[in-house]
């Protein structure tokens, strides 16, 4: 027996429309991964400081909800706070790379009172020609270097200008968000005209939020853990090498910052923290740079899908997976936008089979012929 499928013209142009559609989005998307990384870091920023602004502005004097007074009075408080932890980080490392500075000559006198003995060590095992060729290698490389140093130096600023700009950028496209947010909330809850969907959406909008909010949450747990790691290690470190003990806090504000960043903050703070050490102690840093590639194994395979899958109700497995295919896809972006976009869609999954089910039970309920035999399914 043959089956005959007929697709009409218009059917086939239409699933070609669709899936070009759906390439374009794509390739849209990808070309659009800065902004779009501005843009959602902007939104994470304004999802965590919803909860205190909205608390803020209750609690201000004058108007009922002096929402402008309250998105600013937080904006004061994180200011604050990261001028705090400023404090905290930058008089440390200042004194670390002083000391650092003022022991140069020092080694720089070692090494030359130990020319002599060198130069016997290579001229009795001769050595002395590969180590003038090394010398005159340097030499020319070092003179390219220098001659690139003009463009490397414009290109330095450059990068430096773009990223104070973003950073600029993001705060005011979060203070906006924060601003005008509810607004265009209730624009859009204005254009419902039935009062049912109207209140089955606004559920649906505020599981997603609890979603995108308990990512938020998740993450600064993330980051407290990896941070108090820090400081434990930090201060067993001080005790074995001589290492100062007073970098302890630092160090972990360090950690903490670097952790708040997706994917890569976590590795930076990690390369700004060995530095710091390697100016005190090499084997404290070969020790801590051992102990990071583990932790940073245990984090991105445990701690973290673990925390978030309770913060975003995910299983560990889909969290992981979400990010594979996140950073796959997307990069940076993708990584960024991964969990709350599983969790989102979960949700969304969720709601219509949950409609599908009243939608079917209410159908049930009007036809005696097939409430009866749901009930005769339901027996057996």
Partial sequence: MRVKIDIDTRTFVRFGLVVLAFVVGLAVLYHLQGPLTLIAVSLFLA?????????????????????????????????????????????????????????????????????????????????????????????????????????TLVNGVGATLA???????????????????????????????????????????????????????GQLIVASIGAVSVLVVVLI??????????????????????????????????????????????PATIVFVIFFIIYQQIENNLISPVVQSRAVELSALTVLVSILIGISLFGLLGGLLAIPIAGCIRVFINDRIEKSRKERAQETAKNPIKKLVSKLKNAT
């Fill in 163 to 217: 990223g104070i700009v973003n950073i600029l950028f993001v705060l005011v496209l979060t203070f906006l968000m924060l601003l005008e947010g509810p607004g265009w909330i209730k624009r859009i809850w204005d254009l419902y005209e039935n009062p049912e969907r109207l209140e089955r959406h606004r559920a649906l909008v505020q599981r997603m939020y609890r979603i995108v909010t308990g990512y938020v949450n």
């Fill in 47 to 151: 999802l965590a400081l919803n909860p205190p602004v909205n608390w803020i502005a209750r609690h201000l004097p004058g108007s009922k909800t002096n929402r402008f007074a309250g998105t600013a009075v937080a904006y004061m408080l994180v200011i604050t706070i990261l001028a705090g932890l400023l404090v905290v980080v930058i008089p440390p490392v200042a004194q670390q790379s002083s000391k650092f500075a003022q022991t140069v000559p020092s080694l720089v006198d070692q090494v030359v009172s130990k020319r002599d003995v060198l130069n016997d060590f290579l001229s009795q095992y001769g050595l002395q020609d590969q180590v003038d060729s090394a010398i005159e290698s340097a030499k020319s490389q070092a003179a390219s270097f220098a001659a690139s140093v003009g463009s």
């Fill in 237 to 282: 470190l001080s005790a074995l090498f001589p290492l100062p003990a007073n970098l302890a806090i630092p160090l972990a504000v360090i950690a903490f910052i670097g952790a708040l960043i997706p994917l890569v903050g976590t590795t930076i703070a990690a390369v700004v923290i060995s530095l710091i050490l390697v100016l005190n102690s090499l």
